[in-house]
């Protein structure tokens, strides 16, 4: 199926590694200039250097820290595509995670997430067109005691989505939302290693762990890219203001 995104430029937020490396990859094989955004300019630099090499992608690479106001404004540029995926709440009960912690991690997830669709979608909208794509996170709708900062900012990006993009296609401009149930990262795999360490005292026991998952494993990243990269195309022009998720049907069990 042709999207119809050669040519598009796009820009993806938290794109060293996990489900922004692996839509950086997609948008590159569909033909998009992608500018790849996140902390760590050695991996933005090796990632580029891939895309250059296997997809014959325009590849430019922005190391930012998405916390600092002079960083993300930088970032903001005018590309057809913005996705937003720089994220790192950590896990924890309301007396596990501190206000300065919350906060620290919300200034990247939550209020990165807003400030930097602030300023892109302004340029969208004076060009009358654009795509902005959240990916955000299933725990948005199952909330999760032990995970309560990430539950509380993904249920609000969640209505973030729903409010700015139920009226931003008047500006030309849509706004989607993908929340992933558990996806096989290096994040997932240190988190269930140090689970099985626990349970079973042996860390290479931690696949027994994701046994309960539909398939018996977590999404892949490249499964998640597959649908940020469907929205942010024209085969989903009438798509706006709505939320998908992707988690082999687990929120629904």
């Known amino acids: 199926m042709d999207l119809r995104l050669r040519g598009k430029r796009a820009l993806v937020t938290g794109a060293s590694k996990g489900i922004g490396a692996a839509t ?53 540029l005018d590309v057809d595509i913005l996705v937003n995926n720089a994220g790192d709440i950590p896990g924890g009960s309301l007396t596990a995670v501190d206000e300065e912690t919350w906060r620290h991690a919300w200034e990247l997830k939550v209020f990165g997430y807003i400030n930097l669709s602030r300023l892109v979608y ?15 996170g299933a725990a948005g709708e199952r909330p999760n005691f032990d995970y309560i900062a990430g539950t509380t900012g993904n249920a609000a990006l969640m209505a973030f989505t729903r409010a700015l993009g139920g009226r931003s296609l008047h500006d030309g401009v849509r706004v989607v939302a993908v929340n992933p149930g558990p996806v096989e990262t290096d994040r997932i795999i240190a988190l269930t290693r140090a689970q099985a360490r626990s349970r079973f005292g042996d860390e290479s026991r931690y696949r027994e762990l994701m046994g309960d998952y539909p398939l018996g494993r977590p999404a892949t990243a490249r499964e998640v890219a597959d649908l940020i990269v469907f929205l942010a195309s024209e085969r989903s022009a009438y798509t706006s203001g709505a939320v998908f998720t992707l988690d082999g049907g687990t929120s629904n069990a």
């Open 24 to 76: 950086a990859e997609v948008l590159a094989e569909e033909g998009c200039d992608v500018h790849l955004v996140a902390r760590s300019a050695p991996l933005l630099e090796d990632l580029a250097k891939r895309l250059r090499a296997e997809h014959g992608a325009k590849v430019e690479v922005h190391p930012a820290d998405l916390r600092d106001a002079d960083d993300l404004a930088g970032v903001a």
């Open 122 to 136: 302004a340029k969208m909208k004076a060009r009358g067109s654009g795509v902005i794509v959240n990916n955000i």
